[in-house]
């Protein structure tokens, strides 16, 4: 994970950058800080990287529906990244009527929150690693299997626990929540 800059490690999430996109893997609902922290890490990503830039959020299968608080912190992402980015990929990883369910939400979500990038929903991640570097990873010369394996091994150590926040691109400190 050499090129892989871990900015944000907690119980609710972790959030780093690898080349040109933002890896989100969702343990629960997003803490209020995560808006708060949000463009920080996209400055950092917008000031550091040439060409299109975007973002990955992996729902693991235990990954609850979002509570109402937390729908409202997702729309505010969704406008802050409006003025960035150029694509999103969900993976949402659950099987059956609850895939089927998390699936429709963040549709609807994505539909209204009218975003000016392209949206898509997945159920694995190598799909959604081929559909981000056909359209998005040329200028990043980044390959499909390079970013899932990257993204497999951000989940083991966020899972494992021995994920720790480093320093951004940028050369700032970047923001630690206790996994506790």
């Given at each position: 994970?050499?090129?892989?800059?871990?900015?944000?490690?907690?119980?609710?999430?972790?959030a780093?950058?690898?080349?040109?996109?933002?890896?989100?893997?969702?343990d629960?609902?997003?803490?209020?800080?995560?808006?708060?922290?949000?463009?920080?890490?996209?400055?950092?990503?917008?000031?550091?990287?040439?060409?299109?830039?975007?973002?990955?959020?992996?729902?693991?299968?235990?990954?609850?529906?979002?509570?109402?608080?937390?729908?409202?912190?997702?729309?505010k992402?969704?406008?802050?990244?409006?003025?960035?980015?150029?694509?999103?990929?969900?993976?949402?990883?659950?099987?059956?009527?609850?895939?089927?369910?998390?699936?429709?939400?963040?549709?609807?979500?994505?539909?209204?929150?009218?975003?000016?990038?392209?949206?898509k929903?997945?159920?694995?991640?190598?799909?959604?690693?081929?559909?981000?570097?056909?359209?998005?990873?040329?200028?990043?010369?980044?390959?499909?299997?390079?970013?899932?394996?990257?993204?497999?091994?951000?989940?083991?150590?966020?899972?494992?626990?021995?994920?720790?926040?480093?320093?951004?691109?940028?050369?700032?400190?970047?923001q630690?929540?206790p996994?506790?």
């Open positions: 994970m050499s090129e892989l800059t871990v900015l944000y490690v907690g119980s609710d999430h972790c780093s950058v690898y080349r040109n996109i933002l890896l989100i893997v969702a629960n609902d997003p803490r209020p800080e995560f808006i708060n922290l949000l463009p920080q890490w996209v400055n950092t990503l917008r000031e550091n990287v040439t060409g299109p830039i975007g973002f990955v959020v992996v729902l693991p299968p235990h990954n609850p529906p979002p509570r109402e608080e937390a729908r409202l912190t997702i729309k992402a969704f406008q802050l990244f409006g003025e960035s980015m150029s694509f999103a990929a969900f993976v949402v990883e659950k099987t059956g009527f609850a895939a089927a369910a998390q699936r429709a939400a963040l549709t609807m979500a994505m539909l209204a929150a009218r975003a000016p990038f392209a949206m929903v997945f159920a694995r991640v190598d799909e959604a690693s081929r559909w981000i570097v056909g359209s998005y990873g040329r200028d990043a010369k980044l390959t499909a299997r390079e970013l899932d394996e990257t993204v497999q091994k951000l989940r083991v150590a966020y899972a494992d626990k021995t994920l720790q926040a480093e320093k951004t691109l940028a050369g700032k400190t970047s630690r929540t996994t506790a």
